[in-house]
């Protein structure tokens, strides 16, 4: 079964930190690539972060410098470490996955909360 499994949301106060991890499990190509959405309510889908096949990632503006994604590729996980979060942070974190040679993502998790208060 194909499947991406967050974890790692929470709450925390203003300034601290989380790290959200992402599995992915039975995806048929081998050669996918992972980007970290979120959403809080009454607000549309944003991208966060991705990271390509060559590891190099792209952010958000909102959360460069504050948000790091990494992977490791034998655990079959991609990380998203938040650092200097703040309630604008506020929001299911969700991970998707597509076919590197693609724009589309076509898999998502069920994502995880995190909530920052103030």
């Known amino acids: 079964q194909v499947q991406l499994v967050e974890s790692g949301g929470g709450s925390v106060q203003a300034g601290g930190s989380l790290r959200l991890s992402c599995v992915a499990s039975g995806y048929p190509d081998s050669n996918y690539c992972i980007g970290w959405f979120r959403q809080a309510p009454g607000e549309e889908r944003e991208g966060v972060a991705a990271?390509?096949?060559?590891?190099?990632?792209r952010y958000a503006d909102s959360v460069k410098g504050r948000f790091t994604i990494s992977k490791d590729n034998a655990k079959n996980t991609v990380y998203l470490q938040m650092k200097s979060l703040n309630p604008e942070d506020t929001a299911v974190y969700l991970c998707?996955?597509?076919?590197?040679?693609?724009?589309?993502?076509?898999?998502w998790g069920e994502g995880t909360q995190v909530t920052v208060s103030s």
């Open positions: 990271i390509e096949s060559d590891g190099s990632a």
């Open positions: 998707a996955a597509r076919v590197c040679t693609s724009k589309t993502y076509n898999l």
